[in-house]
């Protein structure tokens, strides 16, 4: 299938248009990540995040004072994914130590509310959980599964026929299932996930993230030089950085602006971002072996009407290849769920982008560099 098949469109005559619209845009994402900033996931900030989902529809400002009055201090509550999920991220990762005498007190009154008088002994106290002996293994059972089925991650320490001791995961998670389920008692809720992250990971992730970009620039850059000509290289990577740039400035631009979309950066995104480089190399080396097999055959010709000729014997690729790639990354953006929503806008957005700067970025560069120092390409 051909469309545009006679296509004859002055493209590089119009490029100081096209500069315009590429510094207009990139300017605003500036401007916006400046004083408006980035949301980072838990990957790259560290801390917990926790998602709560709800059988039925909640409300988020009931949810947000539930929460704010268990001790937990600043902690960002948001929706997550529709009306009955709760997305709660909070840079602790663990429970605070004044709190953690209470959280003993909420395990063993469930415990005695149901056994009372039975004896127990707290034998190892960490940071993440609490291990309790009891007289027999029996009441060790039984013990296990009313924390269990009260919301406590609980086991025996051992399946043992002897083993007396029940270990009780204390967790930022489970205290805030433990101050919710009698709140919302008529509407049951479970822990979706419950994520991680030390502050110190999450630096050294978010510098293994930049330099994995830019890595992967400079293969490109490498590569190309070798292939074409070394501008034809600097065209194609100063492009991508102008497609990487642009993308990561519309995230601070509609971080919060679109509901149900959450825009955080975190180790998904960093893939999809690497994944549109892969793009769009792909299609600005598509536009240069035009490029260079008309130099070959007309090697006298005007450069820029052999890049327009170029740009536009390429065109009906460019639009069916992109067309049906951006289709695909639409129904994963509607369809494929709070997981892979970011990840889809990010493909989505970053293919178009990508795409016109292999016609009206990675070309005019090149064009601009032989045109301001007077050289010509010849292959």
């Not at 590089?12 to 994402?29: D, E, H, M, P």
């Not at 000509?229 to 400035?249: E, M, Q, S, Y």
């Not at 480089?277 to 009407?305: C, M, P, W």
Request: with cysteine; glycine share 8%.
């Amino acid at each position: 299938m051909r469309i545009f098949e006679n296509l004859n469109v002055d493209w590089l005559g119009n490029r100081k248009y096209f500069y315009l619209l590429s510094s207009s845009i990139f300017i605003a994402g500036v401007i916006s990540i400046v004083f408006r900033g980035v949301g980072f996931g838990i990957d790259f900030k560290g801390g917990t995040e926790i998602v709560l989902q709800f059988q039925k529809k909640v409300e988020i400002a009931q949810v947000r004072d539930e929460i704010s009055n268990i001790g937990l201090g600043n902690v960002e509550i948001k929706t997550f994914g529709g009306e009955t999920g709760i997305l709660i991220r909070t840079e602790l990762q663990q429970i605070p130590q004044n709190l953690y005498p209470r959280v003993k007190s909420e395990i063993e009154q469930v415990i005695l509310a149901k056994l009372p008088g039975l004896p127990m002994k707290t034998v190892d106290s960490t940071a993440g959980s609490v291990t309790y002996s009891f007289a027999n293994s029996d009441t060790a059972l039984q013990a296990a599964d009313l924390l269990f089925k009260a919301g406590f991650q609980a086991s025996r320490e051992s399946q043992g026929q002897t083993n007396t001791n029940v270990m009780v995961r204390v967790g930022i998670a489970d205290w805030i299932k433990s101050n919710l389920k009698d709140k919302h008692a008529d509407n049951t809720f479970s822990i979706l996930r419950e994520d991680r992250v030390g502050p110190k990971v999450g630096k050294e992730l978010q510098t293994d993230a930049i330099v994995a970009v830019l890595l992967s620039l400079l293969a490109i850059l490498v590569y190309l030089a070798f292939r074409f000509k070394f501008i034809f290289a600097l065209g194609a990577v100063l492009a991508l950085f102008h497609d990487v740039l642009i993308t990561f400035g519309l995230f601070s631009l509609l971080y919060g602006v679109i509901p149900g979309l959450n825009l955080d950066i975190d180790l998904t995104i960093v893939a999809a971002f690497l994944t549109l480089i892969g793009y769009s190399i792909n299609d600005t080396v598509i536009v240069f072996d035009r490029v260079r097999e008309n130099l070959k055959i007309h090697k006298s010709a005007d450069l820029e009407q052999q890049m327009d000729a170029s740009i536009n014997k390429t065109m009906s690729r460019t639009i069916l290849t992109g067309g049906t790639t951006l289709m695909s990354c639409l129904v994963l953006l509607i369809f494929g769920g709070e997981v892979l929503r970011a990840f889809a806008f990010t493909l989505f957005f970053g293919i178009i982008i990508g795409t016109y700067s292999s016609i009206f970025v990675a070309s005019a560069l090149v064009l601009d560099y032989t045109k301001t120092y007077n050289k010509k390409i010849e292959f």
